[in-house]
């Protein structure tokens, strides 16, 4: 296509871009003349939930700000990764900033103006597109993608907010404890941009910038030693990561034959046998797998049609983004579901500290999990009525927009955690822990941080790991999130925006979730907003104690949560 042709189909103003979805996948594929070199007041790298939250926030308080992304799309774990919204059973209220539950609000607000819903759906105050079990708010990535362009397409409008999609994270350079530039690369046709910034927020989903820009960074697990935890190991190790999931989307068409060829790598997958400890129940690919909190063998249901299993959880329910059900009759045929299962947790390998070959190795090692997996649904999985397979069962590659019908990208659950003036410990957020450590009136009441700069909640749920560790799931308190953790020990202009915190592996498993990264990413924007105003250093913020009160007000004053509702029970 033509540079002419294109420009009929995204306008320009004379400072910057405005917008559309469906325009997307055409700018991530076209090279746009910004130059060899860009300069803002912050540049933001990555473009997930976090990422986005530190670009508004930023762009709300006047910053001239560089957002990129590797992928085609923004919005990281809940559109590219394709996981539904994993939250706290207070979010319609409280527990994340005003702004997250504007978002929420905006996507059911784009169901009701787009969708044909039925009119009770409709007129329904906290519709849930999917009726999901793991969400009040199970919807499709293309969605949540159209609800945060349309936040952010004001700042694209005037000129204050640069997007670079299909842009990678290449090199940085350093002077000191200061971060110089980065420099990106434009994945689609091989160019690079310079970027130079005041600020520098690592906002990608495995901590890219810290190894380029020297920030010292820790990974894997802790000791006990290490960190006093519980639930920690006796014997640190690095390499030792929960597991990834490639996602997908599929849908259900009965009477219909939509069954793949059996994939290259059917037999290895079918016969595969986690080697965990304590042990895993069965095979991978099967309706068994470990309950997370007994690690006892528990087993689970599966029928495409909603249908109830008894006791069991159907499968198919639990990440279902589209109940057709809550849609004009004949709007779908079917209802479709996101597979992000216990049986397609990736476990051989990780994706941190790994070259390139080894990191797109592994992706297509879990793109073969996930086609016999599908292919084990569709021609061998037990059905109630006695038979086997569901041959209707159907991918949807345009929900997750690729080729393949696997997500952009892998929901990675851990990170690089940079080294934090102050990491998060069980004792500060784990129930046990916390009655051990201060007696049992502190299993009530997670630590309270002076610093606080938000709030969030989510049980203690880590994956099994590719080292061999199986589930690690306990009871965890809501929580406050302290500036601290948020504050390189020694890099003055980098800041973290995502899961690459100061957490250990363990609070790690309840920091990790959607509402707390965009909870942590518009504190950062707005870090970097005050700390430019006041023409002081982050970390200064923290230190001075009359600089931490002014800017715990300012960021309330906006909508940020510093603490919980005393009557939260």
Sequence with gaps: ?????????????????????????????????????????????????????????????????????????????????????????????????????????????????????????????????????????????????????????????????????????????????????????????GDTVSVTSTFFVDATELGDLLPLTKTEYVTGTESKQDTRE????????????????????????????HTIDQPEKYDFWRNYEPDMNPAWADTLIDLNYSNPRTLAPKELGFHPEG????????????????????????????????????????????????????????????????LSLLYWLQTEAPRPDGGIGWPGLRLRPDIMGTANGMAMYP???????????????????????????????????????????????????????NKGNNYIDFASLPFQIPLGALIPQRVNNLLPANKNIGTTHITNGCFRLHPVEWSIGEAVGMLVSYAMKKNIPPRAVRARKDALADFQQWIRSQGLETHWPTSTD
């Design 411 to 465: 929901y990675v659950r851990e990170s690089r955690r940079i080294r934090a003036e102050f990491t998060v410990l069980e004792e500060h957020v784990g129930k046990e822990n916390r009655i051990l450590v201060a007696g049992p009136k502190a299993g009530k009441k997670s630590a309270d941080f002076y610093d606080s700069i938000g709030t969030g909640y989510y049980h203690i749920d880590l994956h099994p790991s």
């Design 1 to 189: 296509m033509k540079r002419r042709k294109f420009l009929r189909q995204v306008s320009f103003s004379s400072t910057g871009l405005i917008l559309s979805p469906w325009a997307l996948d055409l700018i991530a594929n076209k090279a746009f003349d910004l130059g060899r070199e860009v300069e803002a007041d912050v540049a933001i790298v990555g473009g997930g939930l976090g990422g986005c939250a530190a670009a508004l926030a930023a762009c709300r308080n006047g910053l001239r700000v560089i957002l990129t992304e590797e992928t085609k799309w923004i919005g990281g774990q809940i559109a590219q990764q394709g996981v539904p919204p994993d939250e706290h059973q207070w979010i319609e209220t409280h527990g994340a900033p005003r702004s997250y539950r504007d978002f929420r609000n905006r996507v059911r607000n784009y169901y009701r103006q787009h969708y044909p819903l039925t009119p009770e759906a409709k007129g329904r105050k906290y519709l849930n597109p999917g009726d999901g079990a793991v969400s009040r708010l199970c919807h499709e990535p293309r969605v949540c993608l159209a609800v945060l362009l349309e936040m952010l397409n004001p700042y694209l409008s005037n000129g204050q907010l640069k997007l670079l999609l299909r842009h990678k994270i290449q090199s940085a350079e350093t002077n000191g404890d200061e971060v110089a530039a980065i420099e990106m690369l434009n994945v689609n046709t």
């Design 307 to 370: 249908i109830a299993t008894g006791e069991k959880l159907n499968l198919w329910n639990y990440r279902r983004i589209i109940n057709r059900k809550n849609f004009v009759a004949g709007t779908y045929t079917g209802d479709v579901t996101i597979v992000n299962w216990p049986q397609n947790d990736f476990f051989p390998g990780n994706l941190i500290d790994v070259d390139q070959a080894t990191f797109e190795r592994h992706i297509e090692e879990a793109t073969q999990l996930n």
């Design 230 to 257: 519980l639930h920690a190991p006796e014997i640190a190790d690095p390499e030792n990561h929960q597991a990834f999931t490639l996602c997908f989307a599929m849908d259900y068409e009965a009477g219909a034959d």
